[in-house]
């Protein structure tokens, strides 16, 4: 591809044939006469060079190039002057004020090009060389991540790199569903589908562990279509036999704001998007920004029921999320699992869940770990619950037993021990 090159110039006589004959070099060269055309359209064009007549009359010369660097440094975009004056004072203003090198005035067409072609190839190696900066910088602030997470150990991290890289189509990583009980129905309307990798090298990975790695590395991509086009194919079984669940799967802040991604996975989608939520943090929405945003509502146009993960966590506010398509808010386990204990917890718990159906979001307790608390959030109108005493994450043969063999009637059992809840939420 040519280089593109803009020359700022006053003289029209040669325009055409210079341009032509740079084309033949290799230069597609763009002409104006005015420093502040020239300014505009270095401000919405990419150019690679730029050749300036330094002593255009009433061209402003030096003060032109100043404010060419002002928005560019001298090795983002070379500036070449040509000048009728190549007296050492004059070159030494051309050079003080940023320019990168000269060439003479009228074009003298092979000097030009051999000063542009040099000044090109000095560029090109910047570029280079920034990139592998950026490189060196992103792969120190990935061990620097990876430390903070205590994955100190390089050799581990290097392993579980490299197994989980050849896992996906051995068989080793699997998926299990956790039911999520509607607990005015007391039924199991629907499942969160949770990763697995039963390393054969490295016995059973957590997902906390190697989910980070994944997302650091690139893989969580295809880790993530993976896990939709098997909870896809887990809910056709469990349709067939009468069961059709709704699946909820993680998305990871990295992909949420990833348009290529979004397309890739409403493909993938296809007709069932209705069948199907996805969790996202509040870091995932925040951190991410616009395309986070705008990824959400295509996603919510398709049908895809959207939730937020582990809230109360993070910093979000509920009413930054009405501005958002979110459908369900997940009240963070370390709120649930104190429920019963704390005198704090079922204060919050209970108010966010009255907020978040004034915002006509409905409400999963997770992390559910005996009958008391589920009781509890039945008396505060939470929606669903999720967690341990629920139901542990299963296979999809263990959930289709499950569902099928009536484990869910002791979910809603009366309680004889209602009166002391009452009492708990009347004293917090
Ligand atoms: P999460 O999405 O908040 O998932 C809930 C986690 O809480 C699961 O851990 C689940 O096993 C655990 N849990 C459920 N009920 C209870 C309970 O009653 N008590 C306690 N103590 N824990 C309970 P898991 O499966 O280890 O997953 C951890 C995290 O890894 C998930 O948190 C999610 O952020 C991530 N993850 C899991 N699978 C996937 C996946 O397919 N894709 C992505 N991107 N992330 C995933
Ligand atoms: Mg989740
Ligand atoms: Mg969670």
Not at 258 to 277: I, K, N, T, W, Y
Not at 301 to 321: C, E, H, K, Q, T
């Amino acid at each position: 591809m040519n280089a593109k090159i803009l020359v700022i110039d006053d003289v029209a006589d040669e325009r055409g044939m210079l341009t032509r004959r740079l084309r033949l070099r290799g230069y597609d060269a763009t002409w104006t006469s005015s420093a502040s055309d020239a300014l505009q359209r270095l401000a919405q064009q990419r150019f690679d060079l730029v050749v300036a007549d330094f002593d255009m009359p009433g061209g402003r010369g030096d003060g032109l190039l100043r404010e060419i660097r002002a928005s560019f440094s001298l090795c983002e975009l070379p500036v070449i002057v040509a000048t009728k004056d190549p007296s050492p004072a004059a070159m030494g203003a051309a050079l003080d004020a940023g320019a990168n090198d000269w060439t003479a005035k009228p074009f003298e067409l092979d000097w030009l090009v051999t000063r542009m072609a040099a000044q090109l190839r000095f560029l090109s190696e910047f570029r280079r060389v920034v990139a592998a900066q950026a490189r060196l910088q992103r792969r120190l602030q990935v061990r620097a991540r990876m430390e903070e997470l205590g994955f100190g150990d390089p050799k581990r991290r290097a392993l579980l790199m490299r197994e989980l890289q050849n896992e996906l189509p051995t068989g080793s990583v699997s998926l299990v569903y956790q039911p999520q009980l509607h607990l005015r129905s007391g039924e199991i309307g629907s499942v969160e589908a949770l990763i697995r990798w039963n390393s054969p090298v490295l016995g059973p990975v957590a997902p906390s562990e190697f989910i980070p790695i994944a997302e650091e590395t690139g893989d969580i991509a295809a880790l993530t279509e993976w896990t939709i086009e098997r909870a896809l194919r887990d809910r056709e079984r469990l349709a067939s036999r009468g069961r059709p669940v709704r699946m909820t799967v993680n998305l990871s802040a990295s992909l949420a704001s990833d348009s290529a991604f979004a397309s890739r996975l409403l493909d993938l989608m296809g007709p069932h998007a209705e069948a199907v939520g996805l969790e996202l943090t509040e870091s995932a929405i925040f951190g991410n920004g616009e395309e986070a945003v705008a990824n959400l509502a295509r996603f919510a146009a398709s049908g895809l029921r959207i939730g937020i993960d582990d809230y109360g966590s993070g910093m979000s506010s509920l009413a930054y999320l009405q501005s958002l398509p979110v459908h369900e808010l997940k009240i963070d386990r370390s709120f649930v699992s104190r429920l019963t204990q704390s005198q704090r917890d079922p204060l919050i718990v209970r108010s966010t869940i009255e907020l978040a159906h004034a915002l006509e979001l409905e409400v999963v307790a997770e992390g559910v770990e005996d009958q008391e608390t589920l009781a509890l959030l039945r008396v505060m109108g939470c929606d669903l619950a999720q967690g341990n005493h629920v139901g542990v994450p299963m296979s999809v043969e263990g959930l289709l037993t499950f569902l099928e063999d009536g484990s869910v009637g002791r979910l809603n059992a009366p309680l004889d021990i209602n009166e002391f809840l009452k009492r708990a939420i009347i004293e917090s």
